[in-house]
């Protein structure tokens, strides 16, 4: 072998997948014959080392060895650009310059480099063959150790090359010159590093300057130049989004097609199985056959004149080796089938994985676009809020805020087509029918899609999975209270589960009456046809007032509202004392979208308001919801005093607001992600959770609660703020997190000396109405006994 040249070629690069395996093949047979030939270079092995699973792969077409690493590579001028951060396309460009810098210390085709002890040149035998070209130890402590690494790599997998020429002084002084000028270049190539770092340091404090000149300019017109180049950054943005859009729609043709040749070579293997067992059958009865017929020939010759004779015995013979031929072609072809399937498996493998990687690039850039774009819709709220803008600037932030919204419109009706409402008919993104109500649902929309984008991955899937590995094995009755299955639930139940469970809670607290009275709702149902009850009437009205944005209760001819209305007669029936009150529509609404049953809804219904909820709390006084408002007062002084001592500062009574919550448990005041998962503790914990949630949502927006100092600003506020909340998961862990330690015994009797006052005052007022009543009759009767006297008098 010649000795290798020390031009500063660049490295073979393979042009293809391919000619990259061909090149390593080689590489690996050079090596094997070198090792042979070193160990014992007069004995000959004709074993082969490659593996015989596969193929052996054939000289490609095109440029091999020196030729193709000296063609030119086509890249992509992205190839070092990374869309996630723009300073790392700084670090690509490093990464670059190391290794251009480290390519030119290669000293030929294939990168050598000397084992770490290189033994004296004085004792080397010069008939056993050449050493290899050594780098000096200077080169050995050069600063750039990631150079030194990939060298390394390189030389690791390379064929050993050798010199056929003794080491000798002019040798070593060459070496060392072509030390010298390595480390040249690698100096040059800090100092370049060093330039390039200075560049992004300016580059930073331009923008730190941009940023202040943003905050400190005096003037809005800046400010609007400066929106508009955000604008163009969203607009490069979405392109980049239907780029990779377009990229994982191309994977996902690719993959299905090679599903589909994998489907077929899978069939015409199962075809070849069918066949081979057929012909093995066969071969076994002809196995037999020859077994008998060589065990006794002269018994079968004998036996009969016209048997077999030696020429069909032969015959036979003949057909056994055929049929051993056919097997062993059939094994070599079952072989190779089985390798093309191994192969097609892999190739659908990565496919799968870069379709998964894509989408999750594709969502992670839909979500940051989301951001950016609810961003610059709150900057333009903001700025059309500002009185200080004159008449010109004001009309440019009102179209602008009419063009964000056009375009909003259109992005939403291509990112929500296939989902405007979820699994139970709750539409995702609540509607605004003001004006400057559409642009805040706008960059509610976006918050909660840029939400479900980054969360989807990391927390819906391993919820499902927790959820499928603890009900594994379990039948639906077979649940029992654990703290395992209460953490399960505060996090939310999967929508494949949710009925289960909440067929499971429901029965665990009716079992008892279930049991005595199987046909319970079926008689009261029937009553509710033979005899009308007196709160029918206002059932009726209510109706139509249930769920007003669900897709099951919006049509009036909606199979649902005939299901609603005769679950509540029922329950009239059921509890006199009760009969019915606003809000027990809303509440079985929401058992009968989860359950999918009536009966079901029904007891659902009874299971909260007779053994969950207090006693009297949808009585016509309505005394326990009143006492539990007054619980939850308290509770707000301890878990959150500076926002209770801001709403005592401006008059606000929070039980105007919170009054509704308790009643109907949340129901039509918090989007369906948050409801939901509420009520599947709700079910389980009981009314603690209410409390816990309640507290949870002012923490949520306290800071912007505070930063109100208008009694009826702070009202308009409270009225809406709920439906803004995105982050439910967040919302969730104040609530259960937060917000501990919670008792519940320091609940019950909060609960039991706020009602036992609520009573004194409810009987106080009633003694003085009755006084009142009292005394205004007596008036009457002694202003009727002067008229009286007065007439008598004039007569």
């Not at 870069?354 to 992670?364: D, F, G, H, N």
């Not at 029918?536 to 209510?542: A, G, K, P």
């Not at 002084?637 to 209770?644: G, Y």
């Not at 209410?690 to 002012?698: D, N, Q, S, V, W």
Request: proline content about 4%; hydrophobic content about 35%.
């Amino acid at each position: 072998m010649n000795e290798p040249s020390h031009s500063r070629d660049p490295s073979p690069q393979a042009q293809t997948q391919e000619l990259m395996l061909y090149w390593l093949q080689q590489l690996q047979v050079k090596r094997w014959q070198h090792r042979q030939t070193s160990s014992c270079p007069d004995s000959t092995n004709n074993n082969n080392n490659t593996d015989d699973f596969l193929p052996v792969r054939k000289s490609p077409l095109g440029l091999v060895g020196k030729d193709a690493a000296n063609a030119s590579s086509q890249r992509t001028q992205l190839t070092n650009v990374s869309i996630k951060h723009p300073l790392i396309e700084l670090q690509n460009s490093v990464h670059s310059l190391r290794k251009r810098s480290s390519q030119e210390w290669s000293q030929s085709v294939f990168h050598v480099e000397a084992p770490p002890s290189t033994p004296n040149p004085a004792h080397i035998n010069t008939t056993a063959g050449p050493v290899f070209p050594s780098e000096s130890r200077e080169s050995s402590s050069l600063p750039d150790s990631r150079s030194r690494e990939t060298n390394n790599l390189s030389l690791s997998t390379m064929p050993v090359l050798r010199r056929d020429t003794p080491s000798s002084s002019s040798d070593r002084t060459s070496h060392q010159k072509q030390n010298k000028q390595m480390l040249i270049e690698e100096v040059k190539a800090q100092k370049e590093l060093v330039w390039i770092l200075h560049k992004a340091l300016e580059a930073s404090q331009l923008e730190k300057r941009t940023c202040a000149e943003f905050l400190a300019a005096e003037g809005e017109q800046k400010r609007l130049e400066l929106l508009r180049h955000r604008e163009r950054q969203v607009a490069d943005l979405q392109g980049r989004l239907e780029e990779s859009k377009t990229e994982a729609e191309v994977t996902r043709r690719s993959l299905a097609q090679r599903d589909v040749q994998l489907a077929e070579l899978q069939d015409d293997v199962r075809i070849l199985m069918d066949k081979n067992n057929a012909k093995q059958e066969v071969i076994i009865k002809l196995s037999d056959q020859v077994t008998v017929c060589m065990s006794n020939p002269p018994c079968s010759a004998s036996s009969s004149g016209g048997g077999l004779d030696s020429q069909a015995f032969k015959q036979l013979q003949q057909e056994n080796e055929n049929l051993k031929d056919d097997i062993e072609a059939y094994k070599t072809q079952n072989t190779f089938l089985n390798s093309e399937i191994y192969q097609l498996t892999k190739l659908w493998r990565k496919s799968s994985e870069q379709e998964k990687s894509l989408m999750v690039k594709c969502a992670y850039l839909e979500a940051s676009n989301c951001q950016l774009e609810s961003r610059y819709l709150g900057v333009l709220q903001k700025l059309q809020e500002t009185k200080s803008l004159d008449p010109v600037q004001r009309g440019a932030v009102q179209k602008m805020i009419e063009d964000a919204l056009k375009v909003e419109l259109k992005s939403d009706t291509k990112i929500n087509t296939n989902r405007e409402q979820d699994e139970y008919g709750f539409k995702i993104i609540p509607d605004y029918e003001l004006d400057d109500m559409k642009l805040l649902a706008k960059i509610q929309a976006l918050e909660i899609r840029s939400h479900n984008l980054l969360h989807q991955e990391g927390v819906e899937r391993p919820l499902l999975s927790r959820w499928a590995q603890y009900l594994a094995g379990r039948s639906h009755d077979d649940l029992c209270p654990s703290p395992e299955l209460k953490g399960l639930l505060r996090g939310g139940v999967p929508y494949e589960y949710r009925q289960r469970l909440w067929h499971w809670m429901v029965q665990a607290r009716t079992r008892t009456i279930r049991d005595c009275q199987p046909r319970h709702y079926q008689q009261l149902c029937e009553k509710s046809h033979t005899s009308s009850h007196p709160a029918s009437r206002q059932i009726q009205l209510d109706l139509h007032r249930t769920l007003t944005s669900n897709q099951h209760f919006s049509s009036p001819s909606s199979p649902a509202f005939q299901q609603l209305r005769r679950i509540l007669l029922a329950f009239s029936w059921q509890n006199p004392a009760i009969g019915y009150c606003q809000g027990l529509n809303r509440l079985a609404a929401i058992a009968l979208l989860v359950l999918q049953s009536e009966e079901d809804a029904f007891w659902c219904l009874v299971s909260v308001v007779e053994t969950i909820m207090p006693q009297d709390y949808y009585t016509k006084n309505l005394v326990s919801s009143q006492a539990d408002q007054r619980v939850f007062k308290d509770f707000l002084a301890e878990k959150l005093p500076r926002l209770a001592s801001h709403f005592d500062d401006h008059s606000v009574d929070v039980s105007l607001i919170t009054f509704n919550w308790f009643l109907v448990v949340f129901v039509e005041s918090l989007p369906s992600d948050i409801l939901l998962p509420l009520w599947d503790a709700f079910l389980y914990e009981g009314t603690k959770v209410i409390f816990r949630y309640a507290l949870a949502l002012f923490k949520y927006k306290e800071d912007d609660i505070l930063r109100i100092h208008d009694s009826v600003e702070i009202y308009q506020y409270l009225r809406f703020f709920t439906k803004t909340i995105s982050d439910s998961r967040r919302l969730t862990s104040i609530a259960f997190s937060d917000m501990n330690p919670f008792p519940g015994r320091l609940l019950r009797n909060r609960r039991a000396l706020h009602l036992e006052r609520l009573q004194g005052e409810l009987r106080e007022l009633e003694k003085q109405q009755r006084e009142f009543v009292t005394e205004i009759i007596e008036h009457k009767d002694k202003e009727l006994d002067t008229m009286v006297s007065e007439e008598d008098d004039e007569l």
